[in-house]
């Protein structure tokens, strides 16, 4: 079974550039999720999808970050413009459904902003 | 106060011996509660969950909860040098939507 995937795994831009971030998650995943880890800390959920709809995007910065998920399947996460602070590794994760089950995560992207 | 809260470490362990690692979480309602190792440069993944107060088994890992104290720990059996990594915690929230809430982990060195 394919794991999730990511594309690009290293991105390095200038502050106020826009960037975009794709996941294709796990075949048959209905949920999937994107987070942010910064060095030294945990991942942080930025949004959930449930399908193509969201169920939580609480913690996502929604003045310069925007996701979405056409079709239920892959995804794609944009930061823009992008600031210093965004410097992080930006995780992708599914799982089979929305509640009790495991989630797998995708290699992640690296974002540099300088 | 931080939501779910990791000693950074670095937890240094000889090879062999019972490495512990704790955690604690501010939610009371929480429910479900994970243990994710993640390497250098790579991402997290699953050892173990628990759900019921106690202990859980799994080879050399066992975790071990107590909805009481709202504490979780990771033992791990016989340690390697290749369990040298981020041991990370993660708490499920009460509210709906499978919210995984991750503590900032415990770096673990394992020396042979």
């Known amino acids: 079974e394919a794991g999730v995937a990511q594309s690009p795994r290293y991105k390095i831009i200038e502050k106020r550039q826009s960037v975009a971030f794709w996941c294709n998650p796990i075949?048959?995943?209905?949920?999937l999720y994107w987070y942010q880890q910064i060095l030294g800390q945990g991942p942080k959920l930025l949004i959930q999808f449930q399908n193509n709809g969201v169920v939580d995007d609480s913690q996502l910065p929604k003045d310069r970050f925007s996701a979405e998920r056409l079709k239920g399947v892959d995804s794609t996460l944009k930061i823009q413009p992008a600031k210093l602070e965004d410097s992080a590794v930006y995780l992708c994760?599914?799982?089979?459904?929305?509640?009790?089950?495991?989630?797998?995560f995708g290699p992640g992207t690296r974002l540099l902003v300088l | 106060q931080k939501e779910v809260e990791q000693n950074s470490g670095p937890l240094s362990v000889p090879e062999g011996a019972i490495a512990s690692l704790n955690c604690t979480y501010s939610?009371?309602?929480?429910?479900?509660f994970f243990w994710y190792r993640q390497y250098s440069g790579k991402s997290p993944e699953l050892i173990m969950f628990i759900y019921s107060n106690g202990d859980k088994e799994d080879g050399r890992f066992t975790a071990q909860l107590n909805k009481a104290s709202q504490y979780v720990s990771l033992l791990i059996r016989d340690s390697q040098p290749s369990d040298s990594a981020t041991y990370l915690c993660?708490?499920?929230?009460?509210?709906?939507?499978?919210?995984?809430?991750f503590g900032a982990g415990t770096i673990l060195r394992v020396k042979s």
């Open positions: 939610d009371r309602g929480s429910q479900s």
């Open positions: 994760a599914s799982s089979l459904k929305d509640y009790g089950e495991t989630q797998y």
């Open positions: 075949s048959g995943h209905a949920t």
């Open positions: 993660a708490v499920r929230p009460r509210e709906y939507g499978n919210k995984l809430v």
